[in-house]
């Protein structure tokens, strides 16, 4: 609390004049000190931190070469294929392989976001009714993803964006295109100097 100290008075040397009281203030701080410490505290405690966002996503276990061997390759009419082309473009293939004879008329293209999405439910909704479920229960539905070398990385966090909402649990990222691919794809893919 703020106090006033008297000090001074008309005692000791002088010639008997009365002086008038000096008056000095002193502000205590230490309320001042405490409220500041409270309002600090209660800040703490009251904003949220924040949280670094990132993305799950999930890696298969390390398995043996004897369960590779065992595992037969996907077929073409199972699989969703996803070419990232430059310009927010994507590139598709729904049921068919690069190297067959009808992959240039199947090669589709699509945006990013509602369009990419409408695209992987009609794929999984016509490959699922198509196909019964594997033994461990996994749909036959699967999404191959391949990232070319005029896509972005905000390309490839877009798609994996859509994987988490429709929900499709099994889809590969495979860095490589093949050569069939190369030459279905053409110049679309390909680094302009």
Do not use: C, W
């Not at 001074?8 to 008997?16: A, E, L, P, S, Y």
């Not at 294929?81 to 240039?104: C, P, R």
């Not at 429709?166 to 680094?191: F, N």
């Amino acid at each position: 609390m703020a106090a006033i100290e008297e000090s001074g008075g008309g005692h000791g040397k002088g010639d008997g004049k009365v002086r008038a009281k000096k008056m000095s203030t002193r502000v205590d701080m230490t309320p001042m000190v405490d409220l500041g410490f409270l309002l600090i505290t209660f800040f703490m405690l009251a904003t949220t931190m924040s949280k670094p966002t990132s993305m799950t996503l999930a890696v298969p276990d390390k398995t043996d070469e004897e369960d590779q061997e065992k595992t037969e390759p996907l077929k073409a009419s199972k699989v969703l294929t996803l070419f990232m082309g430059a310009n927010d473009e994507v590139y598709y293939l729904d049921g068919v392989a690069a190297d067959d004879d009808k992959a240039e008329a199947s090669l589709k293209t699509t945006r990013y976001g509602f369009d990419l999405r409408s695209v992987i439910f009609a794929s999984a909704k016509r490959i699922n009714a198509a196909n019964p479920k594997d033994e461990k229960g996994n749909e036959p539905f699967v999404v191959v993803i391949k990232p070319t070398a005029v896509s972005t990385y905000k390309n490839m966090v877009d798609v994996l964006d859509e994987m988490a909402i429709t929900k499709s649990k099994r889809y590969a990222l495979v860095e490589t295109l093949t050569d069939a691919e190369k030459k279905l794809l053409g110049d679309k893919v390909e680094v302009k100097n």
